[in-house]
């Protein structure tokens, strides 16, 4: 009697985790793709403590602070790591909905996460939407900073640029009226142009080139 | 000492041995440095020069070259050449001159490399069966890019003035080209600075880890991705929604982004910085500006080759397919790239020549600074196929990843037991054993080809595609940093000529009164086209832009460079135009030269000309809108252009050639009046230099 009792159990538990069963939720880890060689094995001890972090996820709904780990059910667990788990009621006859389920896990992701050291995408609730954590945006968008760092740049430039023109261009107006005086009064100034000093262009020493002996001279009147 | 001023080659002898115009302090930027090359003027005024010469020496021994100087200075002051007034650079100075022939080559090159050499030549390349390009790149190379090339190099030197300048010099009736390039330079220098604009975006925004377009944003409720970024991908979505804001359609114009306005207005903000005083301040801009993007190059192509994949990328893209010479649209886009890559009929080559010595050799300088640009295409292309060829690989494996992990969860296998190279044999088992399972699974087809085909010119490779080859790249923000201010650099080189090619015009043409000084000139010259450019920021911009870069740009240059042949040799006269290069270089052109002054060049232009007319009336103008509510989305929605577009895109090919009739029929009718009121006597010297009228 107490056998046939006991299988009766069994078999109603075995009924409630089922692959696709009512309320039931696909696990599947991915724990060498975020480990690497630091990867541990998945063993039942394993199991036991995402037992035991469902049944804490459990316990802070409202109304459903009795949960125990053995009303979290495991099954089908594959090499893959990937096994179905339900949740039931203190009677274990029936499973908890799964908008319960569901909103629970949802709320305490973060530390059923950082318990098996994975995140959102290696640790995957099937038919559970993760709450993705916004990015952390900085209270001034980076580009505005190095915006403002060219603009002040390039504007200090082209104001001393401005203001070197204007300081030139004055200078200029003074400077040509100096130089005309000088060239008109055609002073006693030894160039040097390309090396060559310009004397022989001087014209102070007064020599009469023969080749530019006009006619008039022979014809000089009396 | 006995002094021939009778002939022109020995006056500039002259002239050149007494260093005229080196004494006056402040007679121009870099005055006082005695290098030879300060301005001297052109032959064509050196009649008027040996003329009043002759009358000094027959007076007399006169006073030495202090009386030269005064001529000069008196010839220059009523310098009657044909066409607009004498070099107007503010108060009667010398022209300005480069500080040393290397800062002369480095803007002609940075004028001419661009950002068409990096995203424009590797995908014709790749197009257009790899290797095998090379060769109608080349012929068109030597039959009409270095021709029209070295015309524009030795016309600007000679006559020594902007391109309004320089073709009404050649001939009245020609005016027009040098109007209609400097309205093609207007148009251009206007949208190609939105594209430095978004590069400008880029580059601020790739200061920071992780980049922002290496994942897509949460949505409302913070349970998944934006559903716009979800469909396409995280790059694509970072360029269309968030640097573009791009509307639907291009009639939806939408608000004025004020993102992008601002960094519109730091991009002109730094041109004018760099344009400011002409030639003098960006000489030395140019030093920084086309040299820094070979160092990037550099540093991509030897990160690109040490990353997996590389090798495969070259190899692909570059084993040529000789049978796409068969292909008429090949010999057409390469002849349109060497156009364009070389920046000819902008008039800012002309520009630039002008600037320089009248002896100097264009010849050489034409030669070696088209096979520079060339071989920046190649040296380009070498480091962008590697990167490509390495995000290809990465894809390939990812896509690979990604049909292994369908495997694995829908079979329950282990992870990690089927690996990239063992995964045919692992579907084929599964396959066999349970063929209605797989069957089921959305397994995508990976060929390493297919990843390496997908070709993007233009923008796509720029904003999306090299963006995320970046991505990849360990150090990815370093990377994205160095590939846009490369791209910066790249295009604001091509923004000085574009500047140079507006605003030498306006300096010649005495726009403004003498005194007022040349920087007020360019500032309000960089103010107008930020206020008109502003329109490219609207939601509806890019798709303006691309109609400015086909219609405005490509016809009218196609014609005003056919124009400035014909001007040339026929107007011009070929003999009288070799006697300048002959005076200039120091040798006759060749039978090369003439050959393709004459006759090579112009049927090739005509040539493109029309088949490029016939290439855009053979389908309906339409574009590629991004719309998210397209039922293919991701892929672009092909929309033709509403009316009112289509008479913008006709009223903008047309325009600017339009100046050549125009001016043409009015210099005719000008003279016709000139005539009829005001008969020709005789002996009374032209006022025009008796050119061709």
Redesign the interface.
Known sequence: MLWLLFFLVTAIRADLCQPDAENAFKV?L????ALGDKAYAWDTNEEYLFKAMVAFSMRKVPNRETTEISHVLLCNV?????FWFVVTDPSRNHTLPAVEVQSAIRMNRNRINNAFFLNDQTLEFLRI????A??TDPSVP??II??GV??CI??V??ML??LS??Q??R??NK??SE?EDI?DK?ENVI?I??GIP?D????KGG?I?D??VTEDERLTPL | MGRSLGTPEALAAEVAATGVGQGRAGAGPGSGRARGWRGLLPTNQLHWFSFKSQESTLAGQQAGDFLLRRRLRAVAGMAGTPGPDPPADGGGEARPAWDSKLQYLLSCVGFAVGLGNLWRFPYLCQTYGGGAFLIPYVVALAFEGIPLFHIELAVGQRLRRGSVGVWTAISPYLGGVGLGCFTVSFLVSLYYNTVLTWVLWYLLNSFQHPLPWSACPLDLNRTGLEQECRDSSPVSYFWYRRTLNVSADISDGGPVQWRLLLCLAVSWAVVYLCVIRGIETTGKAIYFTALFPYLVLTAFLVRGLTLPGAMQGLTYLFTPDLRVLQNPRVWLDAATQIFFSLSLAFGGHIAFASYNPPRNNCRRDAVSIALVNSMTSLYASVAVFSVLGFKAASDHGQCLDRNILHLINAFDLPEQSVSRDTYTAALVRLNASQPAQVAGLPLEACRLEDFLDKSASGTGLAFIVFTEAVLHMPGAPVWAVLFFAMLFSLGLSSMFGNMESIITPLLDLGVMPRRVPKEVLTGLACLLCFLMATCFTLRSGSYWLEIFDQYAAALNLILLAFFEVIGVVYVYGMKRFCDDVAWMTGRRPGFYWRATWKVVSPLLLLTIFVAYIALLASSPPHYKAWNPRYERFPSRQEKPYPGWVLAACALLSFLPTLWVPVVALGQLLARCREKTRDPPQDGRPKPRGGRAC
């Open positions: 599947r991915s724990i060498r793709t594959t090499q893959r790591v990937s939407p993760s709450t993705l916004p990015p980076i580009w190095i915006f060219i603009f390039v504007l430039a082209t640029l401005i023109g204007i030139q261009h200078r200029k400077g040509p130089m060239e055609c160039t142009e390309n310009c022989p262009l001087d014209m020599h080139n080749a530019f």
